[in-house]
């Protein structure tokens, strides 16, 4: 892209507090699996977006679950918009940051993924329910 910066990330002072997980491949289907294997009433803390090999749930720190592989994401107070990597800060001001995005992809809440690189929409997350995750499995 002609004219446009390129944002490098580096590790945070201090990371941000988690509000959601994201997953990959399988990843992402160790982590439905961990939520259908959960305490009843866990799925009914978080909300979440979800594509043929991608999950993003968003909640309170402790309703997020721990699995290999996911990625942690927080959002920074300068970039209220986005959910950023918990312990990465991009080199350019959070606050631009989202701006630029925000342009490309003005339906936010976003969710900026590093690893591959993306962008996920959270307007449309939903409440999880066991038989949306198992739906989801079946179709991963």
């Known amino acids: 892209m002609s004219g446009g ?17 994201a997953a990959v491949g399988e990843a992402a289907r160790r982590l439905a ?45 300068r970039a209220p918009a986005l959910l950023l990597p918990t312990a990465l800060a991009p080199s350019v001001p959070p606050a631009l940051l989202e701006r630029a995005l925000l342009a490309r992809a003005p339906h936010g809440p976003l969710a900026v ?8 929409g959270l ?3 939903r409440p999880l329910t066991s038989a949306r995750l198992r739906a989801w499995l079946e179709g991963a």
């Open 123 to 125: 307007a449309a997350a």
């Open 33 to 77: 699996q961990r939520l259908l294997a959960g305490p009843p009433g866990a799925l009914a803390r978080l909300r979440g977006v979800a594509s043929a090999a991608l999950i993003v749930l968003i909640g309170e720190p402790d309703a997020l679950p721990w699995v290999d592989g996911a990625r942690y994401l927080g959002r920074d107070e």
């Open 113 to 120: 993924l590093l690893a591959p690189p993306r962008l996920v």
């Open 5 to 21: 910066v390129a944002v490098t990330w580096h590790p945070r002072d201090e990371p941000l507090a988690p509000a959601a997980v």
